[in-house]
C-alpha cells in the first residue's frame, strides 16, 4: 500500500496503521525468535568449549550437565534444565554453520575469542540450506524437532519442508509423526503427496511466534500473558473461576494456565482447583470448539499427569471437568484418572455442580460477552 498524499482516505488511513502494526509486530516476532535461537546456540557452544578445555572438568564428569542445570535453575535462567542444556549441545554440534550468521556483537561472547567456534563452523559442505535463512525462517522450537534427528538426509527434508510450506511448529510435528519424509520416499508420485501435504498444512502467523513456550520464558513473560486463545475464553474462563469458588461446594482456587511438561512438551490447564471435601484436584478445560476425541483424550493425559506427580498422601484421584461450547450449545464432560472406587465416584458426583448447571452458566455468560461485544 503506496502512501501517497493525495489519495489519502479515512479508510486508507486505517489500512495503513493496519499494515505498519501488523509488519512490525511481525518483525518483533522474528527478532525474539531469532535471539532465542541463538542464545541456545551459544549455550550448546559454551558446553562444548567447557568439556574440550574446562580446567576442572574431571571434576564433574557425567554429572557436568545435571550439576550445571542445578546452578542456572536457581540463578533463574529459564529453560535450562538438564534435558534442555543436552539438547542445547546437540544444537551446536549439528548446526555449527549457525556461527557465521553471527553479528559482531554477539561474537565477542564467544569462548577464547571465538577461534575454536570459527574453526568448527566452517566444517559443513552438506549443509543445503544457508544458516541465516534457516535461523531466519525456522523458530528454536522448529529445530529442537529437526535436531532429534540422526539421520542428515532426514534432517534437510523437514527444513526444506517446512520453510517452503511455512509450518507451524504443531504442523512439523503432526508431519513427523505421519512419518511423512518415509512416505515421501515410497510414493511414486512424491509431487502429488507433497502437493497434499502443503494443502492441508496449518501455518505460521508472526502474531503467534510470542506465544511459543519457550520465547515466553525467555521473556520473563507468565503464561496467563501469553497463553489465552481469544479475548472471549479469557472473559469465560474468568467468570467461570468466579462460578465455582462461590458454589461454596468445597472449591479451593489454585492455579490458572498451569504449565506441565509431559515428555519434552509444555502443556497448559486451564483452571485448577483443589476440591476441599473430595480432597482432590479438579481440572477444567475450556474448549470454544464442538466435542472431540481429541479433547476428552488431551484432558484425560493432564488427569493421569496429576494422579501420577502432584497426588499425595490422603488424595483421591484427580478430576478433569471438559466444557466443550458453540455459541448456543454446551456439552460437559468429566474425565476420571482410572477410578475404580464406586463410592468414591457417587460423592464426587454430589459435590461437583451438575453437567446442566454448568452448560447453563457458560451458555449465559457466552451470550452475555458477545451481547457486550456487539
Known amino acids: 500500500m503506496s502512501a501517497n498524499r493525495g489519495e489519502w482516505s479515512f479508510e486508507k488511513l486505517v489500512g495503513f496503521i493496519r499494515q505498519v502494526h501488523e509488519e512490525l509486530a511481525a518483525q518483533a516476532g522474528r527478532a525474539v525468535n531469532l535471539s532465542l535461537t541463538l542464545r541456545n546456540w551459544l549455550i550448546g557452544c559454551y558446553i562444548a568449549e567447557y568439556e574440550l578445555h574446562g580446567s576442572d572438568r574431571a571434576s564433574y564428569g557425567d554429572s557436568l550437565l545435571t550439576e550445571l542445570a542445578k546452578r542456572l535453575t536457581g540463578l533463574k535462567v529459564s529453560n535450562c534444565n538438564r534435558r534442555q542444556l543436552y539438547r542445547y549441545l546437540r544444537f551446536y554440534r549439528v548446526y555449527p554453520e549457525i556461527v557465521g550468521t553471527m553479528p559482531p556483537q554477539l561474537k565477542k561472547l564467544f569462548p577464547a575469542g571465538g577461534q575454536t567456534v570459527e574453526k568448527v563452523g566452517t566444517a559443513s559442505p552438506q549443509l543445503r540450506i544457508p544458516p541465516d535463512k534457516l535461523i531466519q525462517r525456522l523458530s528454536y522450537s522448529h529445530l529442537e524437532l529437526i535436531v532429534d534427528f540422526d539421520d542428515d538426509v532426514k534432517r534437510r527434508f523437514y527444513e526444506i519442508e517446512c520453510i517452503r510450506g511455512n509450518w507451524s511448529v504443531r504442523e512439523l510435528k503432526r508431519q513427523i509423526n505421519s512419518l511423512y519424509c518415509e512416505r515421501s520416499g515410497l510414493s511414486k508420485d512424491r509431487k502429488k503427496l507433497a502437493a497434499l501435504a502443503q494443502e492441508s498444512a496449518e501455518t505460521a502467523e508472526p502474531r503467534l511466534a510470542i506465544r511459543d513456550p519457550y520465547v515466553f520464558e525467555f521473556l520473563g513473560l507468565k503464561p496467563r500473558e501469553v497463553m489465552s486463545e481469544s479475548h472471549l475464553e479469557e472473559q469465560l474462563l474468568d467468570r467461570l473461576q468466579e462460578f465455582l469458588l462461590e458454589l461454596g461446594h468445597g472449591f479451593c482456587f489454585e492455579a490458572r494456565q498451569k504449565r506441565i511438561l509431559i515428555g519434552d512438551i509444555h502443556n497448559f490447564v486451564d483452571l485448577v482447583f483443589y476440591h476441599r471435601v473430595?480432597?482432590?484436584?479438579?481440572?477444567?478445560?475450556?474448549?470454544?470448539?464442538?466435542?472431540?476425541?481429541?479433547?476428552?483424550?488431551?484432558?484425560?493425559?493432564?488427569?493421569s499427569w496429576y494422579k501420577?506427580?502432584?497426588?499425595?498422601?490422603?488424595?483421591?484421584?484427580?478430576?478433569?471437568?471438559?466444557?466443550?461450547?458453540?455459541?448456543?450449545?454446551?456439552?460437559?464432560?468429566?474425565?476420571?484418572?482410572?477410578?475404580?472406587?464406586?463410592?468414591?465416584?457417587?460423592?464426587?458426583?454430589?459435590?461437583?455442580?451438575?453437567?446442566?448447571?454448568?452448560?447453563?452458566?457458560?451458555?449465559?455468560?457466552?451470550?452475555?460477552?458477545?451481547d457486550e461485544q456487539e
Open 308 to 370: 501420577k506427580n502432584m497426588m499425595t498422601e490422603g488424595d483421591n484421584p484427580p478430576i478433569g471437568i471438559l466444557l466443550c461450547t458453540q455459541r448456543n450449545h454446551t456439552l460437559v464432560e468429566y474425565a476420571l484418572a482410572g477410578m475404580d472406587n464406586g463410592l468414591f465416584v457417587s460423592k464426587y458426583q454430589l459435590e461437583l455442580p451438575k453437567k446442566e448447571e454448568i452448560g447453563r452458566f457458560i451458555e449465559a455468560q457466552i451470550k452475555e460477552t458477545v
Open 278 to 303: 473430595l480432597k482432590c484436584h479438579v481440572l477444567v478445560e475450556l474448549k470454544l470448539e464442538e466435542f472431540s476425541h481429541e479433547s476428552i483424550g488431551q484432558l484425560n493425559t493432564y488427569v
